[in-house]
Each structure stands twice: as structure tokens, then as C-alpha cells.
T-cell receptor, first 116, second 114 residues
């Protein structure tokens, strides 16, 4: 079974600075997707960014980018120019590409605080 | 935009009661999921369904059952609620089992069992 680990329960960053959230995962599969979801106080889960394991290029969405290290099974999220609205719980998640493997497996979450 | 609606945002139930949590999606998605979210544990999968009347156990199915009689609706049932089922429950859906598809979430149902 796949596992996802986020070793930082809490992180903080100053507004306009850059912060990196860590995620590691364990799998024996070679084809899969990785995701970062954001959960603000409203509790609505919002997809931030996704990465396909077969793509070597790191995904980028505006101020959000990932550092995907397949051999190390590491998938970190970098938030540049942090804004107050980035404050939220962030979850890393794994989804297998195998037939029938449609579930998302989540990490424990990292609570990000943005200080003005 | 895809909308996943959980009909009850906040519920308080007594130990031993039968509890129904309802979830409806409006985009003809095949896959639907029920997760439970607890502090420090992230989201854990209870059950998922990949078609009408089809269901599979997730990681923590004990004490729960599900029903999917129509494609748009996926219900989570607590046959006899217990205090350790106090939690937030999140419903989700995706178009199909292609792993790159986005999984969309509802806003969550806070359940307190007293």
C-alpha cells in the first residue's frame, strides 16, 4: 500500500517571502500522479497543482511550483511571494495510475501561517 | 464548475443513532468517495464507488456502510453512531478512474456524536 508523509505539521512564512512544504511517499509503482491540495478555514479542498510521475519537468502554477524527485520519492511544494490568502492547511496526495487505483492517499497535512 | 454538495454541514447525534450523510454531484461523475478528516491524521478513505450500486472498502470502513442507488448520489451510513466517529466527513467525486483527473470535494460535514 502507498503511504504519504508530511513531516512538518506547521510552517510559517512572512508575507512576500518564499516557503517550501515537504512531502515524501512510498510506492512500488512507476506510474502515478501526485497532488497538492489547499484547505482554507472554509474547509473547501482546492487543487493547487498536480504532477505526473512520467513527466520529468516540474509542474508550475503561477506562484506555486513543485520539486519532484522520483528516485527519492519526494514531492515538495514551493510557494513564492506568499500572500495572506495562502494561509491554509496543505495536503500532499498520491493517486495510482493502475486500473482500479482511483483513490487519493493523503499525507497528514501542513498548517501554513502567513505573517503580515 | 463541478459542484459536490453535502446536505448537512453540522450534525449532533446521540450514541447508537443511525446517521445518514448525503452527497450529491452534478457532473455525471462515475467515481465518488467518502473520506474522514481528523487532526494529525489527514484524510482517510472510508469507502468509494466507481459506478451505481458498486462500492469498495477504503482504509477505515469499520462502522460504516454506503449506498449508491443513483449516479449522482452517494450516501454514508453510520449504523450505530459511536463517540469515536465524531469527525469531519468529506465527500468527493471524479469523472472516472483516470488518475490524472481532478477529484472535487464537498465542503464537509461536521458530525458530533454525544
Amino acid at each position: 500500500a502507498q503511504t504519504v508523509t508530511q513531516s512538518q505539521p506547521e510552517m510559517s512564512v512572512q508575507e512576500a517571502e518564499t516557503v517550501t512544504l515537504s512531502c515524501t511517499y512510498d510506492t512500488s509503482e512507476s506510474d502515478y500522479y501526485l497532488f497538492w491540495y489547499k484547505q482554507p478555514p472554509s474547509r473547501q479542498m482546492i487543487l493547487v497543482i498536480r504532477q505526473e510521475a512520467y513527466k520529468q519537468q516540474n509542474a508550475t502554477e503561477n506562484r506555486f511550483s513543485v520539486n519532484f524527485q522520483k528516485a527519492a520519492k519526494s514531492f515538495s511544494l514551493k510557494i513564492s511571494d506568499s500572500q495572506l490568502g495562502d494561509a491554509a492547511m496543505y495536503f500532499c496526495a498520491y493517486r495510482s495510475a493502475l486500473v482500479g487505483g482511483s483513490r487519493l492517499t493523503f499525507g497528514e497535512g501542513t498548517q501554513l501561517t502567513v505573517n503580515p | 464548475d463541478v459542484k459536490v454538495t453535502q446536505s448537512s454541514r453540522y450534525l449532533v447525534k446521540r450514541t447508537g443513532e443511525k446517521v445518514f450523510l448525503e452527497c450529491v454531484q452534478d457532473m455525471d461523475h462515475e467515481n465518488m468517495f467518502w473520506y474522514r478528516q481528523d487532526p494529525g491524521l489527514g484524510l482517510r478513505l472510508i469507502y468509494f464507488s466507481y459506478d451505481v450500486k458498486m462500492k469498495e472498502k477504503g482504509d477505515i470502513p469499520e462502522g460504516y456502510s454506503v449506498s449508491r442507488e443513483k449516479k449522482e448520489r452517494f450516501s454514508l451510513i453510520l449504523e450505530s453512531a459511536s463517540t469515536n466517529q465524531t469527525s469531519m466527513y468529506l465527500c468527493a467525486s471524479s469523472l472516472d478512474s483516470y488518475s490524472g483527473n481532478t477529484i472535487y470535494f464537498g465542503e464537509g460535514s461536521w458530525l458530533t456524536v454525544v
